[in-house]
Nanobody
Framework: QVQLEESGGGLVQAGGSLRLSCAVS????????MGWFRQAPGKARMFVAT????????DYAGSVKGRFTISRDNTKNTIYLQMNDLKPEDTAIYHC?????????????????WGQGTQVTVSS
């Protein structure tokens, strides 16, 4: 059974930083592409960042590029999202997700397994 559990969310002032973690219980984690998505109240779930199975390829939504960094540690079955220079518009529930393919993925439809999410709130 595959399980993903996010942590590290919280309340932060604009300009601050948070580091999200996603611990994955999955026999295929080390060969799977992974992603972070977010969903603000009343809005659709949106792509944030993705990383391939080795960590050698990453990509980001335009709104977070240069501020967020996705990474992974295959020895710990964990991915991370370092978020710097946070803005009020980054407020959302952040979900990590696992693909059945090893490459990066940009649509929620490309992901099979999802975590419950962690709340990030950025105050102005």
């Amino acid at each position: 059974q595959v399980q993903l559990e996010e942590s590290g969310g919280g309340l932060v002032q604009a300009g601050g930083s948070l580091r999200l973690s996603c611990a994955v219980s999955s026999p295929t984690f080390s060969t799977s592409g992974m992603g972070w998505f977010r969903q603000a109240p009343g809005k659709a779930r949106m792509f944030v960042a993705t990383i391939n199975w080795t960590g050698g390829r990453t990509d980001y939504a335009g709104s977070v590029k240069g501020r967020f960094t996705i990474s992974r540690d295959n020895t710990k079955n964990t991915i991370y999202l370092q978020m710097n220079d946070l803005k009020p518009e980054d407020t959302a529930i952040y979900h990590c997700a696992q693909r059945t393919y090893s490459s990066t993925g940009y649509s929620s439809r490309e992901y099979t397994y999802w975590g419950q999410g962690t709340q990030v709130t950025v105050s102005s």
